[in-house]
């Protein structure tokens, strides 16, 4: 991260490292953009399923099952293929038998986290 015309980064006594405004900030200015660590399905997607991949609402009547983890919240074979899915939960959901259990929504708030804890254990090996 490094200084913009928007901030300064700056070291305060009694806070540490911070961002302080360079200039007088107009609302909605974007300050700040970056990349997120970790993308998940929020947790109101339960009753208009989202698709875990890309995140396009999608009937959970009509949705696509995976045929590695049985996992139905996705779009499409695509999606289903998709790193986002296979490279982060698909191998755990797998050995859950995910679709065995009662509603595919109720896994959504532990996908999120099930990827950030992924990205930790990929960050220590
Ligand atoms: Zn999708
Ligand atoms: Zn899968």
């Given at each position: 991260m490094s200084d913009s015309d928007a901030y300064r980064i700056c070291h305060r006594d009694g806070v540490g490292r911070c961002l302080v405004a360079a200039r007088d900030l107009e609302p909605l200015d974007v300050i700040l953009e970056d990349t997120p660590a970790a993308v998940g399905p929020e947790e109101f997607s339960y009753e208009n399923?989202?698709?875990?991949?890309?995140y396009r609402q999608i009937d959970a009547a009509a949705s696509f099952q995976c045929?590695?983890?049985?996992?139905?919240?996705?779009?499409?074979v695509e999606c289903a293929k998709s790193a986002v899915h296979v490279e982060n939960e698909c191998a755990i959901l797998k050995t859950l038998k995910a679709?065995?259990?009662?509603?595919?929504?109720?896994?959504l708030p532990c996908l999120l986290c099930i990827r950030i804890l992924l990205l930790q254990v990929r960050q220590n090996t």
């Open positions: 399923g989202v698709c875990v991949a890309c045929d590695e983890c049985g996992f139905e919240l996705l779009c499409s679709s065995s259990l009662p509603q595919p929504t109720s896994l």
